[in-house]
């Protein structure tokens, strides 16, 4: 019996050190591949000392020397494993707290002195130990019950702590790792707690089997890390761990996954909040001023439809009522053609919109600035032009027309600036009449010809149908893409301006027939400041906010705004306006 007894020691000792050679191996620096590794060590600490006391004659002086160490094996395997077990589980900030210090670290330093100085805990006459049969009796102290219950809970709580996880976790990978590791601590703690606790507290003495099952702990775990990667850093922590936020929910809303970054921007860094529905922690709304549903309820948008959303001005609100700007992706996650859920990417934009907005606070204040003196210089050259007119003095005339020329484009261009800066803070205000569309292009397209002796504006179609529209601001548009419609077809010679009823809508086209706009481009030129390369190459001056300030009216005016276009050959730009009933 005792060479069996040695032979499944020394088998556990060394399946215990493989495994540590193993993982000394891979060299993470990680808490819990530290803490893992130590608990190991400690395994080993409690074997080799009772292999060698019981196998090699060793002096009395050496053998109290010896069986100390064991004692430091046994003693601190609990620490070892609740602190695995909190790294394990995300909860080692646990561990720092008072209460941890309490129950684990203090008992463990008066269990270990009680052990190597009295004998309470167990029995320092050598004498008295070596007339003990090894390993069915131990010549025990009066503590040594209390350690072993203090021994057993704390093991069994570390195991529990696990079992948490294994219950809690969807990350399926986790969730393997979590049984193995249960099962891997159970087996030595639930017979070991027969063997060497409960038996011989009533007198039956059998083998105490803790230490032999540690080899069935490092077969599992091996096997743990070579089928799941035990210790390896999970796919969750790599998204806990990316400076943006990253939400994922599942079809009902609840959260299976969120990020330390967002619930650190939910002030919830400590909170549990897996399964948890969304709408109870935060919600992600659309700027409130958008008109469609689907973007002011971007999420259910995505479960219901699996189309993707991406917005740089959705807003973040939690249930403290905190509102951040945020820009944001949502993505659903799609299985066997079925959304299933979404994740969300999130970044809190406060800073940039600050900066943003003290943009336009200056773009705002300097055109402002520009535009009182420029009036009047536009008002004394006008009447210089007028003067030089009698004068008939033909040079002198060029030149002052020149003049008045350009400071019209400079007033323009000033005006596009201020009209954006209101756009950008909401304070772009729309008066609407209910008025004959028909009567406006008109109008415009009147006014507009005499801009031009290079091409023909050509009305195409009819309507009798008035539309509730800020009168100024569609003329604004109209003037905007038909004067584009001229500049960028300079070899053309004309331009057709065509107005229909679709449906509910009243449609207008502006075509022109010239440079045309490649298809990459076409969504992009009604952002600010976008053009496209033709015409950065081509002598064609401009800035890039014309047609965002059309799309900005005309998404004010419940419309759309779109282009078709065949570059090198024509583009039309074409908005439509809901009829008014
Ligand atoms: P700007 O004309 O001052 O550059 P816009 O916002 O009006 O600014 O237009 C943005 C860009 O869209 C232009 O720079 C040009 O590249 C492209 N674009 C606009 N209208 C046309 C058109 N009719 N044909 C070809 N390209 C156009």
């Not at 993470?28 to 009772?50: D, E, G, M, R």
């Not at 549903?293 to 219901?304: A, G, H, M, S, T």
Request: net charge positive; hydrophobic share 45%; proline share 4%.
């Amino acid at each position: 019996m005792h060479s069996f007894y040695t032979f499944s020691l020394l088998l556990a000792t060394i399946s215990n050190s493989v495994l540590i050679g193993f993982l000394f191996k891979r060299a993470i620096n990680s808490q819990i591949l530290s803490a893992y590794i130590v608990l190991v060590l400690l395994v080993n600490a409690w074997a080799i000392p009772q292999l060698i006391l019981n196998n090699i004659p060793v002096a009395n002086d050496y053998f109290i020397q010896i069986d100390k160490i064991s004692a430091i094996g046994y003693i601190f395997i609990p620490l070892a494993l609740i602190k695995f077990a909190l790294a394990y589980t995300n909860r080692s900030a646990s561990s720092k707290r008072l209460l941890f210090i309490f129950l684990i670290y203090m008992p463990s330093i008066i269990f270990l002195y009680l052990a190597w100085n009295t004998n309470f805990i167990e029995s320092r006459n050598v004498q008295e130990v070596k007339s003990f049969p090894w390993g069915y009796a131990v010549p025990t102290g009066p503590l040594f019950p209390i350690l072993l219950i203090w021994f057993q809970s704390v093991s069994f709580y570390s195991v529990y702590t696990i079992i948490q996880m294994y219950r809690k976790t969807h990350d399926i990978i986790r969730k393997k790792q979590s049984f193995l590791l249960i099962i891997a601590f159970l087996i030595p703690l639930l017979f070991g707690a027969v063997t060497n606790g409960i038996l011989p507290a009533f007198h039956m003495h059998t083998l105490p089997i803790a230490i032999p099952l540690t080899s069935i702990t490092a077969v599992i775990i091996a096997y743990a890390i070579y089928k799941y990667g035990l210790f390896e850093v999970t796919s969750a922590e790599i998204l806990s761990s990316i400076g943006n936020g990253v939400i994922t929910i599942n079809k009902q809303k609840e959260i299976i996954h969120i990020n330390n970054y967002a619930l650190a921007l939910l002030g919830l860094e400590n909170k549990n909040l897996i399964d948890k529905v969304m709408t109870e922690v935060f919600s992600i709304r659309s700027d409130p001023q958008s008109i469609s549903k689907d973007e002011r309820f971007p999420i259910p948008y995505v479960l219901r439809t699996g189309e993707k959303i991406k917005s740089h001005d959705f807003i973040l609100r939690t249930k403290q009522k905190k509102t951040f700007p945020i820009e944001c992706t949502i993505t659903p996650i799609i299985q066997d053609n079925n959304v299933i859920g979404a994740t969300i990417i999130f970044r809190d934009t406060t800073k940039e919109k600050i900066i943003e907005q003290s943009k336009n606070e200056f773009i705002s204040i300097a055109s402002h600035e520009l535009k009182t003196p420029l009036t009047s210089v536009i008002a004394f050259s006008q009447i210089l032009e007028s003067r030089m007119e009698k004068r008939k003095d033909k040079l002198d005339l060029y030149f002052i027309h020149s003049i008045n020329e350009q400071l019209h484009k400079i007033k323009s261009l000033i005006e596009d600036l201020l009209n954006i800066s209101r756009m950008e803070s909401g304070m772009f205000v729309l008066n609407k009449v209910l008025y004959p569309i028909d009567t406006l292009i008109d109008k415009t397209i009147q006014d507009m010809q005499y801009t031009t002796d290079t091409h023909t504006l050509m009305k195409i179609g009819k309507t009798n149908k008035k539309v509730s529209i800020d009168i100024d601001r569609i003329n604004q548009v109209l003037v905007n893409l038909i004067s584009n419609a001229v500049k960028y077809s300079p070899k053309a010679n004309k331009v057709t301006i065509r107005v229909r009823e679709i449906g509910k809508d009243i449609v207008v086209s502006v075509q022109d027939f010239g440079i045309g706009i490649p298809k990459k481009d076409q969504k992009k030129i009604f952002k600010r400041f976008y053009r496209t390369r033709k015409s950065q190459h081509s002598k064609i001056s401009g800035f890039g906010l014309g047609l965002y300030i059309c799309a900005e009216i005309i998404k004010n005016h419940n419309g759309r705004i779109w282009v078709e276009s065949i570059p090198g050959k024509s583009s039309t730009f074409s908005f439509s306006l809901p009829i008014t009933k």
